[in-house]
T-cell receptor, first 112, second 114 residues
Framework: SQKIEQNSEALNIQEGKTATLTCNYT??????LQWYRQDPGRGPVFLLL?????KEKRKERLKVTFDTTLKQSLFHITASQPADSATYLC???????????FGRGTSLIVHP | SAVISQKPSRDICQRGTSLTIQCQVD?????MFWYRQQPGQSLTLIAT?????????ESGFVIDKFPISRPNLTFSTLTVSNMSPEDSSIYLC???????????FGPGTRLTVT
């Protein structure tokens, strides 16, 4: 069955550094992969989508890579700020499906 | 994008009772979804709420336990029936815009069953 793996341990980094979160998947060939941010007590918020034919996508301080050979996506936040502290969910999806499969998320804590 | 509200935001219910959660969207949308998120777990899709027809349920979820209504393109309800403590969770509705794959989520309903 499909398996989405995100690091269950929180990532602690210092303000100003680059945070890198990993999403690995197995038994799956997604056509796209999304990243969401979720704050405590709130619903997830869409951040970025990358398609299988794209290697990299950027939006302001965010960068996502998608390696279909390694079956992995990396999510980077440059010049991180304490306000970036949240849980980040990756969600790969099959082509033609509007319903991705969500990972458990990785908690990011940015220390001032 | 879409703005989504949910009612109630939280509730504590006794086992054996039912709770209906409302989801209101500020614009007409084709796709509405209901998810469950248990502590430390990923979002699990319960069903897709279809306007004018029965909801489409995912494996492990049945209509008798989670009846869903979708009377129009801006509103849906999810009922959690005959609740047990295992139903304690956060329930989220989301919408898809149809033209893209991104989803917009409501704030969630935190349900505790005692």
């Amino acid at each position: 069955s499909q398996k989405i793996e995100q690091n269950s341990e929180a990532l602690n980094i210092q303000e100003g550094k680059t945070a890198t979160l990993t999403c690995n998947y197995t038994n799956y060939s997604p056509a796209y992969l999304q990243w969401y941010r979720q704050d405590p007590g709130r619903g997830p918020v869409f951040l970025l989508l990358i398609r299988e034919n794209e290697k990299e996508k950027r939006k302001e301080r965010l960068k996502v890579t998608f390696d279909t050979t390694l079956k992995q996506s990396l999510f980077h936040i440059t010049a991180s700020q304490p306000a970036d502290s949240a849980t980040y969910l990756c969600a790969p999806g099959a082509g033609g499906s509007y319903i991705p499969t969500f990972g458990r998320g990785t908690s990011l804590i940015v220390h001032p | 994008s879409a703005v989504i509200s949910q009612k109630p935001s939280r509730d504590i219910c006794q086992r054996g009772t039912s709770l209906t959660i409302q989801c209101q969207v500020d614009s007409q949308v084709t796709m509405m979804f209901w998810y469950r998120q248990q502590p430390g777990q990923s979002l699990t899709l319960i069903a897709t709420a279809n306007q004018g027809s029965e909801a489409t349920y995912e494996s492990g979820f049945v209509i008798d336990k989670f009846p869903i209504s979708r009377p129009n393109l801006t509103f849906s309800t999810l009922t959690v029936s005959n609740m047990s403590p295992e139903d304690s969770s956060i329930y989220l509705c989301s919408v898809g815009t149809g033209g893209t794959y991104e989803q917009y989520f409501g704030p969630g309903t935190r349900l505790t069953v005692t």
